[in-house]
């Protein structure tokens, strides 16, 4: 059987979400087909990138996650660099028009590199690893643009045997020239959504690509059993996530309508959530009670304006349920606006109107549950995507 790697910054059951579940996903769909070799990282907490789990190989579920020693975490002075950048993002942003070329921040390319490099997480042994023994694999996939797992590790493979799924989307690093230059290097680019493509074209020009994406849960689940209406977030409840602006937007359309609505919280948490007994936190939960609560939430809320793909909005949509989402992403807006699944919000005013829509008009938002549905069983069916994708790795030579 040929063997093919996956390369992801990090990989363990307790990361949700992005692009290590995504990693994880073309995983289980091409474990049949090809020996799956997961190359990542000892590290869970991207917030520094520390050495926690044990270095080597772990087989879980017919794949091989291959693990390295990290080498340079996230360095103290990278938050500088960081402030830099998000100013400079701020000037560019106020200068350029949605559908126009992106300008790009240039700054000198070891200055750039100083930023992946002490980003995190970055590991001497994988580096050596890839440099050593990319021959072995029929295709090598690099999963997300941001960090040096990808940035060093794709300089380091010959470009006939890339692969690279960016899940790119409107921040700040992205506007770095030095991420332009690293996209020239792979055979294709895997893009997740139409949208993501168009920006990805406006940053990095026209580069040869085709839309996966990837596959979503579509079994029906049963509800769970809670006895209160809910709005439910999934994923990491991270400030980058629009997180803080959910829990406040919550709390104050609790005070203007009081009710026994409750808002419920799953996933890795990095901000401080406020004491309410109408939030209820539960952290990481298994796959099967994520997809229950889905079944039985009033609402799917999506705040972050941050998204390439975004999985467990699909997955809401899966189980009938109606979405209220941030416009902040074009991702988010495609998905709203093609399945009817769902309404958008700009602002709190906004955002209490439809939370007010969704509970007064039960028939409504049930089609709207219906639309999502039909709209996920559709485009994001497994054997469909796994088609694609065995494609592009056979186009391989």
């Not at 063997?3 to 994880?24: D, F, P, T």
């Not at 926690?52 to 103290?76: M, N, P, T, W, Y």
């Not at 699909?314 to 979405?323: G, V, W």
Request: hydrophobic share 35%; charged share 25%.
């Amino acid at each position: 059987m040929k063997k093919l790697a996956i390369v992801v910054q990090r990989c363990h059951e307790n990361v949700i979400g992005g692009s290590e579940a995504e990693a994880w996903h073309y995983a289980g769909l091409l474990k049949k087909s090809y020996e799956v070799h997961i190359l990542t990282t000892t590290a869970i907490d991207l917030g520094r990138w520390d050495n926690v789990l044990h270095e080597g190989d772990e087989i879980r579920d017919e794949v091989c996650i291959k693990r390295f020693k990290v080498s340079q975490g996230r360095a103290d002075y990278w938050f500088e660099i960081h402030r830099r950048l998000v100013d400079e993002y701020g000037r560019i942003k106020s200068r350029s028009t949605a559908k126009s070329a992106k300008e790009l921040i240039e700054w000198p390319i070891p200055l750039q590199e100083e930023f992946i490099y002490k980003q995190g997480p970055y590991s001497d042994d994988l580096i050596a690893f890839l440099s050593k023994e990319y021959r072995q694999y029929k295709a090598i996939i690099f999963m997300t643009y941001l960090y040096p797992t990808t940035y060093f590790g794709m300089f380091n493979v010959p470009r006939h045997k890339i692969l690279f799924v960016p899940t790119l989307h409107d921040e700040p690093p992205a506007y770095l020239s030095a991420y332009k230059y690293m996209a020239k290097r792979p055979k294709i680019i895997l893009w997740n959504t139409d949208s993501e493509c168009r920006f990805g074209r406006l940053l990095w020009g026209k580069l040869p690509g085709c839309i996966i994406g990837m596959a979503v849960e579509t079994k029906e689940f049963l509800p769970a059993g809670l006895h209160f209406p809910y709005v439910l977030y999934c994923g990491r409840i991270d400030i980058n996530k629009g997180c803080t602006q959910l829990v406040d937007y919550f709390l104050k359309y609790k005070k203007d309508c009081p009710s026994d609505l409750h808002l419920i919280l799953t996933g890795d948490n990095k901000i401080k959530i406020p004491s309410s007994e109408y939030i209820i936190f539960k952290g990481s939960v298994s796959e099967v009670e994520k997809l229950k609560l889905m079944s039985g939430a009033n609402i799917f809320v999506m705040p972050s304006p941050n998204e390439s793909f975004s999985i467990v909005t699909l997955e809401a949509m899966a189980q009938k349920t109606s979405i209220l989402a941030s416009d902040g992403s074009e991702v988010i807006v495609e998905h709203i606006r093609r399945s009817g699944g769902g309404l958008l919000y700009s602002d709190y005013n906004s955002y209490k109107a439809g939370i007010d829509f969704l509970l007064e008009n039960k028939s409504e938002a049930g089609k709207m549950g219906e639309r999502g549905r039909e709209y996920v069983v559709k485009n994001y069916d497994a054997k469909n995507i796994f088609t694609k994708l065995k494609s592009q790795i056979e186009a391989i030579n």
